[in-house]
């Protein structure tokens, strides 16, 4: 079982960054896909990024490509996502999840609890 923890959502100004984290509990990050998702209101849950379980490997949705940056730090168990170039569009409750097969559309089997990101214009 893994414990997924979020953290380092808020309030941010339009063309500002911000960078959010998922600390990982209960096993190790090793060996398995990690990466954000999110959901904003009234909308369907969205890809954002996802890295491999090496850490070379990374993908992201197309509307976060060139601005967003996944990374992970094995021996922190953590998962970062760092925001550039923030857009009002980008607010969301993001979600950090973890373990699905590398490159499918399969449901991560873990969760964090989500947190939120707010970007005014």
């Known amino acids: 079982q893994v414990q997924l923890v979020e953290s380092g959502g808020g309030l941010v100004q339009a063309g500002g960054s911000l960078r959010v984290s998922c600390a990982a509990s209960?096993?190790?990050?090793?060996?398995?896909?990690a990466g954000w998702f999110r959901q904003a209101p009234g909308k369907e849950r969205e890809f954002v990024a996802a890295?491999?379980?090496?850490?070379?490997?990374?993908s992201y949705g197309d509307s976060v490509k060139g601005r967003f940056t996944i990374s992970r730090d094995t021996a922190k168990n953590t998962v970062y996502l760092q925001m550039n170039s923030l857009k009002p569009e980008d607010t969301a409750v993001y979600y950090c999840?973890?373990?699905?097969?590398?490159?499918?559309?399969?449901?991560?089997?873990?969760w964090g609890q989500g947190t939120q990101v707010t970007v005014s214009s």
């Open positions: 209960g096993r190790p990050f090793i060996g398995i896909v």
């Open positions: 890295i491999s379980w090496s850490g070379i490997g990374t």
């Open positions: 999840a973890a373990d699905w097969p590398w490159g499918s559309t399969a449901q991560p089997r873990y």
